[in-house]
């Protein structure tokens, strides 16, 4: 069991760890929108609108959302509906990563985020949260990077996010989601092997303070507008692979799946943590039992193959008793 853990730790720490300086940004894509106020106005632009959104997002209610941003923007500049276009393709991928149906679209739409974004910084040079965004805008394409084995180009990207989000909180320190992205760099900057961090050296990127960085993600978490659930699925990560603490993040996920039942993707982290860190195999096929029987009423997004997958998971763990 230990060994299975180790290869399936190991594999997906490695895909971390060469994207470390392009996967901190990914958490606090959305929480610095802004409006076309004054350069002396500071925090979100319609910060209720914008949640409202990401939450359909979170909750893989794509449909929602859509109908969503056409209310959003305006009042909020059309840079941050385009950011949040990118970002529900984004997690259509994270919810079926085998799938390449959407790989394309995401491209697309993450480079006209980005030039919109780059348009804003443009505009308003002075402004935090133009800067914010446009880190923001790259995060979409550069989770894709990672996930399709694109380590080096998502690192080189990670730099321009890292420089964007540090540009944004020194014009504007009441950012505070921007602290998620910051606190998730120099958490993996201390953290990372010895090739990540000859990635680090070649980049010219500054180490890292783990204590710091949980501080940060922690501050975004608690202080920030939109950004706890991106944060929640984050931390968990980073508490089964790093901090040794299984149960912690087993809390973070049945938060997760509690706000966000409509998203697969939840309950099948719960079911994985349950066998593989707490070796309870009894509740690891409970729980990939009821994704089944949520997925057969037509209450989770993509829910025909998610009853195909979750009911063969559940057989799988019931045969492993005899």
């Known amino acids: 069991m230990n060994r299975r853990r180790d290869r399936k730790g190991g594999k997906d720490r490695k895909a971390i760890f060469f994207a470390l300086f392009a996967a901190f940004a990914a ?5 610095a929108f802004a409006s076309f106020a004054a350069l002396a106005s500071s925090g979100l632009t319609e910060p209720a609108r914008v949640a409202a959104v990401y ?113 944004a909180l020194a014009l504007d320190p009441a950012l505070d989601d921007a602290y998620f992205g910051i606190g998730l760099y120099h958490y993996y900057a201390d953290v990372a092997p010895m090739y990540a961090k000859l990635l680090r050296w070649l980049l010219a990127l500054p180490g890292g303070d783990r204590v710091r960085g949980l501080d940060e993600m922690t501050r975004a978490r608690d202080r920030g ?27 973070l996920l049945e938060s997760l799946d509690a706000r966000y039942p409509t998203n697969p993707l939840f309950l099948e982290r ?7 860190y707490l070796h309870d195999r009894d509740a690891s096929a409970m729980a990939w039992s009821r994704l089944r029987d949520r997925a057969r009423e037509g209450r989770v997004f993509d829910a025909a193959r998610v009853a195909q997958r979750a009911d063969a998971r559940a057989r799988i763990m019931r045969g492993r008793f005899f």
């Open 27 to 31: 958490f606090a894509s959305f929480a």
């Open 55 to 167: 939450d359909a997002i979170l909750g893989a209610r794509f449909e929602e959302a859509g109908l969503r941003l056409k209310t959003t923007c305006p009042p909020a500049p059309q840079p941050v509906c385009d950011a949040l276009a990118a970002a529900a393709l984004w997690w259509r991928i994270l919810i079926d990563p085998s799938s390449r149906a959407f790989d394309e679209a995401l491209k697309r739409a993450s480079s006209e985020s980005i030039a919109a974004a780059q348009q804003w910084t443009v505009r308003e040079p002075m402004r935090g949260e133009a800067w914010f965004y446009f880190a923001a805008a790259r995060a979409p394409r550069v989770n894709l990077l990672v996930l399709r084995g694109e380590r080096l180009a998502a690192a080189r990207e990670g730099k321009q996010i890292k420089d964007a989000l540090e540009r």
């Open 225 to 251: 507008a939109i950004l706890r659930g991106e944060a929640d699925f984050q931390l968990q990560q980073i508490y089964l692979w790093y901090e040794a603490r299984p149960r912690d993040a087993l809390a």
């Open 270 to 276: 719960i079911a994985d943590v349950l066998d593989v």
